[in-house]
């Protein structure tokens, strides 16, 4: 009985060795299953790093470390800068007034939480809200250089002047960073305004929604 299954098999298994071989004579494309990758293990390791970092000063002051939220495997990833007071005590990126703004923002180009990955470029609060300084940059962006080589967005959005900054490697003010098409390393980038600045400036609402507008044109495309 285990002889015949096992001769059973074998002639399966040249029977679909020549099916393979017959089709790609005759140039047809053979499928096969493929593993998807995942990062989410790698992610999960990374964030565990990050909680426990002592980098720099503001380990001191931190209720808690803020890594991410949203869909890792999403096309789009935005980066902020540095979380405020609500994001301290949550744990997770702009979940405050800056955060609904946000998901405003992108609901108005039909964009739902799960089709984004949001992260900053500082994972721990500054005090007061200052902002972040050069060296506490310089520490911390290793973490979000890792973040985004294994999230792999196909499009990056940066929200604000320090996240542009970073991410397109200009020491340039935000009006001269938007409205341009930039790249980090190979991966497209948008800068617009931070939510943030928003709440204080409404009036430039309309502009940073033309910036949005461009961010769901490419992404069609991407």
């Not at 938007?178 to 409404?202: E, F, I, M």
């Amino acid at each position: 009985m285990a002889y015949n299954t096992f001769l059973k098999s074998k002639i399966l298994y040249m029977s679909n060795e020549l099916n393979e071989y017959y089709l790609q004579q005759m140039g047809i494309d053979v499928w096969k299953e493929r593993k998807i990758y995942s990062c989410a293990g790698e992610l999960s390791q990374l964030a565990s790093q990050v909680s426990s970092c002592t980098r720099c000063v503001l380990h001191k002051s931190r209720t808690n470390t803020v890594f991410a939220r949203g869909n890792y495997e999403a096309r789009l990833m935005i980066i902020g800068e540095a979380p405020g007071f609500y994001e301290d005590k949550q744990g997770l990126p702009f979940v405050g007034k800056a955060g609904g703004l946000l998901n405003q923002m992108l609901n108005s180009i039909g964009l739902g939480e799960n089709e984004v990955y949001i992260a900053n470029v500082i994972k721990c609060r500054p005090p007061d809200n200052r902002d972040p300084q050069s060296d506490e940059i310089e520490q911390c962006s290793n973490y979000l250089a890792e973040q985004i080589r294994l999230v792999a967005p196909k499009l990056l959005l940066a929200l604000g002047r320090f996240a542009g900054q970073f991410l397109v490697k200009q020491n340039a003010p935000l009006n001269q960073l938007r409205s341009k098409l930039h790249y980090y390393d190979q991966t497209p980038c948008v800068v617009t305004y931070h939510p943030a600045y928003l709440l204080r400036k409404p009036s430039d609402k309309k502009k940073a929604y033309t910036d949005l507008l461009e961010v769901r044109k490419m992404l069609t495309v991407l």
